[in-house]
């Protein structure tokens, strides 16, 4: 079993910038492909960006190519993301999930998942 806990969610103007922190205990995640994914009241569950376990490949949803970076240290068990140039229609619930297995963009892969981190983006 992995335990993961999202922090650094918060409430930042649109254009502003937030680093997400996705901390991993109980289990290594040096072998699990991460990702991180986001959903808004009434919506789906949306895919954000995966990276795999040596980060030799790393994938992003094309609403936030180019804004959004999502990075890993497996010494510290530890996924991040960040975000810049944060629009008011990305506000949701950003949660990370583990993949022990192949690699995967779909929430139907990961094995883990964490409580998630509120985002608003005002405008």
């Known amino acids: 079993q992995v335990q993961l806990v999202e922090s650094g969610g918060g409430l930042v103007q649109a254009g502003g910038s937030l680093r997400l922190s996705c901390a991993a205990s109980?289990?290594?995640?040096?072998?699990?492909?991460m990702g991180w994914f986001r959903q808004a009241p009434g919506n789906e569950r949306d895919f954000v960006a995966a990276?795999?376990?040596?980060?030799?490949?790393?994938n992003y949803a094309d609403s936030v190519k180019g804004r959004f970076t999502i990075s890993r240290d497996n010494a510290k068990n530890t996924v991040y993301l960040q975000m810049n140039s944060l629009k008011p229609e990305e506000t949701a619930v950003y949660r990370c999930?583990?993949?022990?297995?192949?690699?995967?963009?779909?929430?139907?892969?990961?094995?883990?998942w964490g409580p998630g981190t509120q985002v608003t983006v005002s405008s």
């Open positions: 999930a583990a993949a022990f297995g192949l690699y995967t963009r779909s929430p139907t892969g990961f094995n883990f």
């Open positions: 109980g289990r290594t995640i040096s072998t699990a492909t």
């Open positions: 990276i795999s376990p040596s980060a030799g490949m790393i």
